[in-house]
Nanobody, 117 residues
Framework: VQLVESGGGLVQAGGSLRLSCATS????????MAWFRRAPGKEREFVAD????????NYANSVKGRFTISRDDDKNTSYLQMNNLKSEETAVYYC????WGMGYEYWGQETQVTVSS
């Protein structure tokens, strides 16, 4: 099973990007899906997650109101819509997925997001 991310790139501050995380290989029914990021010189931090039914989401305080996580179980894919991006959000972004009763044991390879000021 692999998580394959796409959608990263270079954007100006105030701009938007949409990240995707597709599952390839064996089709698990993911319980939770999430996004994390690691800025240069910093530890990895939680960004957002979503439960299986999609009716419960959690966000880091720093992204509330600007980022939206969603999922399409028919495609076994999660998305992170990022609006009004800030230069300090330049980071590598990772998606993660968890089976029922498990932690985040599956991780994407990362995608670079660069926000220019």
């Amino acid at each position: 099973v692999q998580l394959v991310e796409s959608g990263g790139g270079l954007v100006q501050a105030g701009g938007s990007l949409r990240l995707s995380c597709a599952t390839s290989g064996r089709a698990f029914s993911w319980h939770r899906m999430a996004w994390f990021r690691r800025a240069p010189g910093k530890e990895r931090e939680f960004v957002a997650d979503i439960n299986k039914s999609g009716d419960t989401t959690n966000y880091a305080n720093s992204v509330k109101g600007r980022f939206t996580i969603s999922r399409d179980d028919d495609k076994n894919t999660s998305y992170l819509q990022m609006n009004n991006l800030k230069s300090e959000e330049t980071a590598v972004y990772y998606c993660a997925a968890a089976r029922w009763g498990m932690g985040y044991e599956y991780w994407g390879q990362e995608t670079q997001v660069t926000v220019s000021s």
